[in-house]
Each structure stands twice: as C-alpha cells, then as structure tokens.
C-alpha cells in the first residue's frame, strides 16, 4: 500500500499541498484527476522526493520514506515517469534502459528484456538515439526505464499527453498488466477522462491542494466531473 497522509508543501508563501490524504493498493490503477495548478505535478514530486513535504508522511507497505531523497526512494520502490518524458536525447535506447538499472538494490547490471515484450518497438529501435524518437516511442522508452528498477509503487504523470491513440492503447494495456501481474501499485496523474474509465480502478479528484473527491471509477459521473473537471 501506498499511503499518503497530511502532506503540505509551499512554494515560498504559496500552498500547493494544503493536506492531502490518499491510498494507492496493489494490484490496481489509481487515477489522480483535476484541472491544471490543482497540485496533481507537485503531489507526485513530493512522492518521489525531488520535493521535500513540510508536513504529513508517505508510506510504502508500512515503511515511512520521509527523510529519503528520490534516488534513496527509488532503490526502495518508488518510480516515476515525469511529465514530459525527460528521456536522454543523447544516449542510445538500450543506455536510457541502463540508467534505470541505478535504482536496483540487487546489482542486477542487465536490461530486463521483458520491456521489450511490452514494448516491441524500443527492442527495433535499441541503438538508436533516445532524441530521434518519436513522442510516443519516447513515452514508452520512459516507462520501460523506469521500469528497470523494479518498482513497487510506479507513479506517471500525463503518460497520455501529446500521444497518438494507437500508443495509448497500448501503454493502458502495459498499465493493467503491471497492476494485475506483478501486484504493481500504479499510480497516474491524468486528464483524458475516457483513459481513466478505461484502465483506472480507483480514483481521486484534486482542487486547491486537496483530494475532495474519490471512489471507484464507476463513480466518475457528471456532477463530479462539470463541478471539478470539466473547463
């Protein structure tokens, strides 16, 4: 379990985080929704710990992480997928892969090849450069190297942004089968409300730094998406 409880976190005198409290369980897709600025990116920098919370715990199967920096926390579990991809434009494919072997605590020095079985492209395009992808192939390139760490807890943020259809079918069927085989924790900051419906099994709405809604993904109906999500 993923456990999140009372966190705050202030950019100088701007609250960003004003108490959010949230359980993500293996096995399952949690989505985290809301319009932009709600605090949805910062939630998921504060879990990784790039971002230091003020106040408040994370917990990852009962082990408290405050006090871990993001690399520390990586080699306990936690990955994330940043918006924007932020792959290695200069290093090959298979290079990208290698960096996400840095946060396995086994020393294990070898691409887990069944990245390429979720993502038959990266094993064609293994030598070529990270920034002569496309978006879509570079989402993926993303997920499978966050992947080599061997995560309990995987964390994406807008993993659909700026990706054609095709591509996000396919990383929602990658997303599933991680929750259902591996009892991954999956956790995704997303707006594309149809995705959600799709592959999540639980979610949580975020406005003004709170989680002031959650359920299941049945749940999602209109008065709760026009009073928080619709623009």
Same mark, same amino acid.
């Given at each position: 379990?993923?456990?999140?409880?009372?966190?705050?976190?202030?950019?100088?005198?701007?609250?960003?985080?004003? !108490?959010?409290?949230?359980? /993500?369980?293996?096995?399952?897709?949690?989505? #985290?929704?809301?319009?932009? =600025?709600?605090?949805?990116? *910062?939630?998921?920098?504060? +879990?990784?710990? $790039?971002?230091?919370?003020? @106040?408040?715990?994370?917990? +990852?199967?009962? $082990?408290?992480?405050? =006090?871990?920096? /993001? %690399?520390?926390?990586?080699?306990?579990?936690?990955?994330? #997928? %940043?918006?924007?991809?932020?792959?290695?434009?200069?290093?090959? &494919?298979?290079?990208?892969?290698? &960096? =996400?072997?840095?946060?396995?605590?086994?020393?294990?020095?070898? $691409?887990?090849?069944?990245?390429? /079985?979720?993502?038959?492209?990266?094993?064609?395009?293994?030598?070529?450069?990270?920034?002569?992808?496309? =978006?879509?192939? @570079?989402?993926?390139?993303?997920?499978?190297?966050?992947?080599?760490?061997?995560?309990?807890?995987? +964390?994406?943020?807008?993993? *659909?942004?700026?990706? @054609? %259809?095709?591509?996000?079918?396919?990383? !929602?069927?990658?997303? #599933?089968?991680?929750?259902?085989?591996?009892?991954?924790? $999956?956790?995704?900051?997303?707006?594309? +409300?149809?995705?959600?419906?799709?592959?999540?099994?639980?979610?949580?709405?975020?406005?003004?730094? @709170?989680?002031?809604?959650? !359920?299941?993904?049945?749940?999602?109906?209109?008065?709760?998406?026009?009073?928080?999500?619709?623009?």
């Amino acid at each position: 379990m993923l456990t999140i409880t009372d966190l705050h976190f202030s950019y100088g005198s701007v609250r960003a985080l004003n !108490g959010v409290n949230l359980c /993500a369980e293996p096995g399952k897709v949690t989505c #985290v929704m809301g319009r932009n =600025g709600v605090g949805k990116t *910062t939630l998921m920098r504060n +879990l990784i710990g $790039v971002y230091r919370c003020s @106040q408040g715990s994370v917990e +990852l199967g009962g $082990v408290p992480l405050q =006090g871990f920096d /993001a %690399p520390a926390r990586a080699k306990r579990g936690v990955a994330l #997928v %940043p918006q924007g991809r932020e792959i290695f434009p200069k290093l090959t &494919v298979e290079e990208n892969l290698r &960096v =996400g072997l840095e946060a396995r605590r086994d020393g294990r020095r070898k $691409v887990d090849e069944e990245v390429y /079985a979720f993502f038959p492209i990266l094993k064609d395009f293994r030598r070529r450069m990270g920034g002569d992808l496309s =978006g879509g192939q @570079q989402q993926q390139l993303a997920i499978a190297r966050a992947l080599q760490g061997a995560p309990k807890a995987l +964390l994406l943020d807008e993993p *659909t942004e700026g990706i @054609q %259809p095709n591509v996000i079918q396919l990383i !929602g069927e990658v997303l #599933v089968k991680l929750a259902r085989e591996r009892n991954m924790i $999956v956790v995704l900051v997303e707006q594309y +409300l149809d995705f959600v419906k799709e592959i999540g099994d639980t979610f949580a709405i975020m406005n003004r730094g @709170q989680v002031v809604a959650e !359920g299941t993904t049945d749940q999602l109906h209109g008065e709760l998406i026009s009073q928080h999500l619709s623009v």
